[in-house]
C-alpha cells in the first residue's frame, strides 16, 4: 500500500492511496478442482473443473494479455485450440461466478 500526498504553494494538500497486489509466481497445477491437460501442450488444452458451477475461463500470456477467453459457461471441461499461439508460458485463470473466487493455473506450449 502506497500514501502519496502532495502539498500546493498554499499549504492545500490532497492525498491518495494505492493498492498493489503484485504476482510473483504460480504454483505447478496440483490444484484442487483444476486439471490441464496435457501439460506441457503442443496445440490444444483440455481444461477440467470437476463442478458444473458458472464460471469464466481466460488464458493469458506472460505480458498479461487475455488471448482467450470464454463467456460464462457451466460446463465442467473445456477445450482450448493454441495451435496458432506462440510458444511459451501460459496463465489459465477460472473464475467461478457463484463465489467469485478464482483458481490459476500454468500451461506450458512447446
Given at each position: 500500500t502506497?500514501?502519496?500526498?502532495?502539498?500546493?504553494?498554499?499549504?492545500?494538500?490532497?492525498?491518495?492511496?494505492?493498492?498493489?497486489?503484485?504476482?510473483?509466481?504460480?504454483?505447478?497445477?496440483?490444484?484442487?478442482?483444476?486439471?490441464?491437460?496435457?501439460?506441457?501442450?503442443?496445440?490444444?488444452?483440455?481444461?477440467?473443473?470437476?463442478?458444473?458451477?458458472?464460471?469464466?475461463?481466460?488464458?493469458?500470456?506472460?505480458?498479461?494479455?487475455?488471448?482467450?477467453?470464454?463467456?460464462?459457461?457451466?460446463?465442467?471441461?473445456?477445450?482450448?485450440?493454441?495451435?496458432?499461439?506462440?510458444?511459451?508460458?501460459y496463465?489459465?485463470e477460472?473464475?467461478?461466478?457463484?463465489?467469485?473466487?478464482?483458481?490459476?493455473?500454468?500451461?506450458?506450449?512447446?
Open positions: 502506497y500514501t502519496v500526498t502532495v502539498a500546493d504553494a498554499n499549504s492545500c494538500t490532497a492525498s491518495s492511496v494505492a493498492v498493489v497486489n503484485c504476482m510473483v509466481g504460480v504454483q505447478e497445477n496440483n490444484l484442487p478442482g483444476l486439471k490441464i491437460t496435457p501439460n506441457p501442450a503442443s496445440s490444444s488444452v483440455t481444461i477440467e473443473r470437476g463442478i458444473h458451477t458458472p464460471c469464466t475461463i481466460q488464458l493469458v500470456n506472460m505480458l498479461g494479455e487475455t488471448l482467450y477467453s470464454t463467456g460464462e459457461i457451466t460446463t465442467d471441461r473445456i477445450t482450448i485450440d493454441m495451435g496458432l499461439m506462440p510458444k511459451g508460458i496463465f489459465v477460472v473464475t467461478d461466478k457463484l463465489s467469485n473466487s478464482r483458481i490459476l493455473g500454468k500451461v506450458v506450449l512447446q
